[in-house]
Nanobody
């Protein structure tokens, strides 16, 4: 079992920055994928960014060149640096973690969510 703890959300003005953090603990395997998703009221969950075990990153078009995902495997943590924030970025952000044995089934875990609010 894996537990994820998020932090770093808050209220900022348009153009401001925030840095989200997520730390994992428990049964963590060497092969894993980290990511961030978000969900605004009345909207479906959206994948913001993913970083694979090989270090490949993928970003939603809406956040490309503004957000940056990074990870620290030694600390079992992932981060999301958010710059040039817009009101459209307002949402609850969820940390995503997928891990499993090389020859087994991977499991997905979610953080508790942290609110990001960008005022106009």
């Amino acid at each position: 079992q894996v537990q994820l703890v998020e932090s770093g959300g808050g209220l900022v003005q348009t153009g401001g920055s925030l840095r989200l953090s997520c730390a994992a603990s428990g049964s963590i395997f060497s092969t894993n994928t980290w990511g961030w998703y978000r969900q605004a009221p009345g909207k479906q969950r959206e994948r913001v960014t993913i970083i694979t075990s090989g270090g490949t990153t993928t970003y939603a078009d809406s956040v490309k060149e503004r957000f940056t995902i990074s990870r620290d495997n030694a600390k079992n943590s992932v981060y999301l640096q958010m710059n040039s924030l817009k009101p459209e970025d307002t949402a609850v952000y969820y940390c995503y973690f997928q891990t499993g044995p090389p020859s087994g089934k991977a499991s997905v875990y979610w953080g508790q969510g942290t609110q990001v609010t960008v005022s106009s």
